[in-house]
């Protein structure tokens, strides 16, 4: 997900039709630039070289979504909505969460994940917590600094704890839902889902962890 106003400048994205290295390429209708997709960032055209702003998002599930934010409205995708249900990840060595904001980028790997599914992390000397929820096959990661204290967190059947004092927090959003920090919540990490062979395409400097050589 990304801010669309580069330079102050509302631009309006449409898909072309056209791949590089097998993956989505996009357009602006005001300048007709060809935009990666998973870099952010306009490949030709006038705005070549230009980045848009990463936001943080999460891919989950409709329902795991609306539990914790039920005054949510959708947009509806129904020709693409089927492609991507729990199925769609039925083959979790494919994919990892990666992160591209950091030197070199680093990925963690589904696999991995669902055997792991909270891993502290130190990247670029910032304290990061990996979660992955199994229910929904959501992963996401979070800084793991809150009101200057850096917490270390470990796996629970509802969530997972800060070991500092045990308050317990949700693994999709983020937010302490019980305990000393409760109604605080993780700074979301600029993470997103990809399939690995793509991603190393397009970050071959990646430091994978839990790597997998299967398709």
């Excluded at 494919?94 to 591209?100: D, K, P």
């Excluded at 937010?175 to 397009?202: D, N």
Aim: glycine letters at 6%; one cysteine or more.
């Amino acid at each position: 997900m990304y801010a669309r106003n580069p330079n102050r400048r509302d631009l309006t994205f449409g898909v072309s039709g056209m791949l590089w290295n097998r993956s989505l390429v996009m357009y602006d209708a005001e300048t007709m630039s060809h935009w990666s997709h998973l870099l952010g960032e306009a490949m030709d055209g006038p705005l070549r070289e230009t980045k848009l702003e990463q936001i943080p998002s999460v891919m989950t599930t409709w329902e795991s979504w609306r539990q914790r934010h039920p005054e949510t409205t959708v947009l509806w995708l129904p020709r693409s909505s089927r492609d991507y249900r729990r199925g769609f990840y039925r083959e979790p060595q494919r994919f990892v969460l990666g992160l591209a904001d950091v030197n070199p980028p680093r990925a963690w790997h589904f696999e991995q994940l669902m055997t792991e599914p909270i891993l502290n992390e130190e990247v670029d000397e910032q304290p990061i917590v990996v979660t992955f929820d199994p229910d929904s096959v959501t992963a996401r990661a979070f800084s793991r600094t809150v009101r200057g204290d850096t917490l270390d967190f470990e796996r629970d059947a509802r969530g997972f704890l800060d070991r500092q004092t045990r308050s317990l927090w949700d693994r999709i959003s983020g937010k302490c839902v019980e305990g000393h920090y409760e109604g605080e919540v993780l700074e979301p990490r600029l993470a997103i889902v990809s399939f690995r062979k793509t991603w190393l395409t397009f970050h071959p400097e990646t430091r994978l962890t839990g790597h997998n050589e299967q398709d």
